[in-house]
């Protein structure tokens, strides 16, 4: 019959030890850094071309580009030109299309506000 590993409580002194080393706490010695190393020797780490300072964000000094993505454009555009065409003519020559979706739009606000 096997004999059962008998795991061992981690003593309060050896706590920021195996935090370190485990990757929960910045490893602050060689032996911390061997073991994380050692732990995490296959983990496929994606962000090898990056550049991360801790430093910069925690003194709030990190700045990064923001990116703007364009999301409906198209779709945005249509609406705000019918919008144009309402605010322009009144009820005058609107499509058929834009009058529908005015009414939907509008039976849809008062059912929502009951």
């Not at 981690?10 to 850094?33: H, K, R, V, Y």
């Amino acid at each position: 019959m096997a004999k059962s590993k008998k795991i061992e409580l981690i003593e309060i002194a050896q706590l920021d030890s195996w935090l370190g080393s485990t990757g929960f706490l910045f490893p602050s010695n060689e032996l911390e850094l061997d073991r994380f190393n050692k732990l995490f020797e296959d983990y496929n780490y994606k962000l090898d071309d990056k550049l991360i300072d801790p430093i910069a964000i925690i003194n709030n000094t990190f700045h990064r580009e923001p990116k703007v993505i364009t999301m409906f454009g198209n779709d945005v555009e249509e609406e705000i030109e019918g919008l144009r065409m309402v605010a322009r003519k009144g009820n005058n020559d609107l499509p058929q299309d834009i009058i529908d979706k005015m009414r939907k739009k509008h039976n849809k606000d008062s059912s929502d506000s009951e």
